[in-house]
């Protein structure tokens, strides 16, 4: 699936079980979309690969529903809408990466791709983007997070929030990125 498609109603209304797997790792998936699919009868969900916080990949089924159900409860709880374009600053891969999507699909807002091969340690090419994208919103884990405190990077002016999540929040590194001007909320 190409990650254009994630913001439009053609992805979030289709029956189709769509699998997001991270290609840098292997994975024995062979066949699970259609067991599923035919043995199991899911439809209308993402099935993913998730260790949580730690420990061996485990394939996860959410519905498309429950995904736009969070969205629009994220989005009434920001106060979120069209104007809030979002920089994909996760994977599309990551709960939180395709959340970003279905935030944008139910807010009919814009979405610009963070191109690069790997996260640089001073997030330089990542606030470059926001920037030169003029994003209000994006996503985050705390290790990215982390990488923008210890490097003193400030926070672009347009950046409306931070969504953080996929991992243990410390409070201190919030307070920390808050005082450089990362908008932070604490997601799950």
């Not at 709960?95 to 001073?122: N, S």
């Not at 926001?130 to 919103?137: K, P, S």
Request: with cysteine; aromatic share 8%.
């Amino acid at each position: 699936m190409e990650t254009a498609q994630l913001a439009t109603a053609s992805y979030w209304e289709s029956g189709k079980i769509d699998l997001r797997l991270n290609p840098r790792r292997e994975f024995a998936a062979g066949g699970l979309l259609e067991f599923l699919s035919e043995e199991v009868g899911i439809r209308h969900s993402v099935v993913m690969a998730t260790s949580g916080s730690s420990g061996d990949p485990k394939f996860v089924v959410l519905s498309k529903e429950a995904l736009l159900a969070s969205a629009r409860a994220v989005a009434a709880h920001l106060d979120l809408s069209a104007e809030d374009s979002w920089l994909a600053g996760l994977s599309d891969f990551h709960v939180g990466g395709l959340g970003m999507f279905a935030r944008a699909y139910v807010t009919g807002a814009a979405v610009t791709q963070f191109e690069r091969a790997t996260w640089e340690r001073d997030g330089g090419s990542f606030v470059r983007a926001l920037r030169d994208c003029e994003a209000r919103w994006t996503s985050l884990t705390p290790t990215h997070l982390h990488d923008l405190v210890i490097h003193k990077v400030p926070a672009p002016a347009s950046l409306g929030g931070v969504l953080l999540g996929g991992g243990r929040i410390d409070p201190v590194l919030v307070d920390e990125a808050m005082s450089r001007g990362w908008p932070v909320h604490a997601s799950y």
